[in-house]
């Protein structure tokens, strides 16, 4: 990011930037600024093309055209696959096209391995955009509140978090609604956090395996009711409940080789309280009983496809299932 902040900030470009990676607002973020720093209030030489299936050679001949009255035009290409596949018309020519346009993309999904992902690299500059760790997420979201006036305490802001999640869209509506919640006062408090702030449905999750590792089955099928309210479907709570199992089999193997928390977090893909908390919750379950829940969400899942049973009774059966914790 620091090459892209550094680009417009000087407004020096190149010819070609790709940005991609799982963290939408980055992505959001970063093409208009990047739009509004090559073109500013100009909208003759700007050229929008969105999904699969494009013409390539209109976006060649638009990039051939000299700007009208300005130094750049800017072409920009939003999920248009075209780094999975069919790219090659445009890998072969970025490296002649002329400085006075500049090609944009935004991708959801790329292969690095492609011709295109390397011609941009080479030509320009690409910005892989992925979840930001807890650190960079605190430090932007008290940056927000500090300039509201507002002030928050570390421990705190890793309750506000751990609720959140880390999508950065949804801190930012989260963080809108804690500052008009807290008009008036300048301290945001725990309070205040649990009052207002929406669990996500990861988060429901996580809460609903420590219940069921307590043996809390009441507690378990009430946040699964929840989740339903919030119309969830049944086969993704099942395949949320499968993959944090998975990772808690992961914590288990990496506590057993003394792993330390923060690369257990680095490893899994998670900020570092976060890692903290599914240790504890691993230490709930033996290795065992771990496996078993993954085999009992892999049976669960397919005695729902071949229609043994409904996908609401399957994870039902799942969630009532006496194993393991204190139960």
């Not at 700007?46 to 209109?58: I, W």
């Not at 290409?77 to 780094?83: A, Y």
């Not at 492609?114 to 979840?131: C, D, I, N, T």
């Amino acid at each position: 990011m620091q090459t892209l902040n550094q680009d417009i900030k000087e407004r020096k470009f190149k010819r070609a930037y790709l940005l991609f990676g799982e963290e939408a607002f980055l992505k959001k973020s970063y093409k208009n600024r990047l739009k509004e720093a090559i073109l500013g209030e100009d909208t003759m030489n700007y050229h929008y093309f969105e999904g699969k299936g494009l013409n390539l050679s209109e976006i060649i001949g638009l990039a051939e055209t000299m700007p009208f009255f300005a130094e750049r035009r800017l072409i920009l290409i939003e999920d248009s696959g075209l780094f999975k596949s069919g790219g090659e018309e445009l890998a072969e020519y970025l490296p002649q096209m002329p400085d006075t346009a500049c090609i944009l993309f935004v991708e959801s999904e790329v292969d690095k391995r492609s011709r295109l992902f390397k011609a941009v690299k080479k030509v320009g500059y690409a910005a892989e955009l992925g979840r930001q760790d807890s650190g960079q997420l605190a430090r932007w979201a008290g940056g927000i509140l500090a300039q509201e006036g507002k002030k928050i305490s570390g421990p705190v802001m890793e309750l506000f978090l751990g609720r959140v999640g880390d999508d950065m869209e949804n801190i930012r509506s989260e963080l809108e609604k804690l500052i008009s919640y807290t008009l008036g006062r300048d301290a945001i408090t725990a309070e205040d956090v649990e009052a207002i702030c929406t669990t996500q449905v990861t988060g429901k999750i996580f809460d609903m395996i420590t219940a069921i590792s307590s043996g809390n089955t009441r507690k378990a099928m009430e946040l699964y009711e929840d989740l339903l309210i919030l119309r969830e479907p049944s086969m993704r709570i099942l395949f949320l409940i499968a993959r944090q199992f998975n990772q808690l089999l992961l914590v288990r193997d990496m506590m057993g080789k003394n792993i330390g928390r923060a690369e257990m977090a680095s490893r899994l893909k998670v900020p570092p309280f976060v890692a903290g908390k599914m240790t504890a919750q691993a230490r709930a379950f033996t290795r065992e009983q771990i496996m078993d829940y993954v085999g009992q969400c892999v049976d669960a899942e397919e005695a729902v496809k071949q229609g043994r049973l409904s996908d609401r009774l399957a994870v039902e059966l799942l969630i009532c299932r006496r194993y393991g914790g204190k139960g």
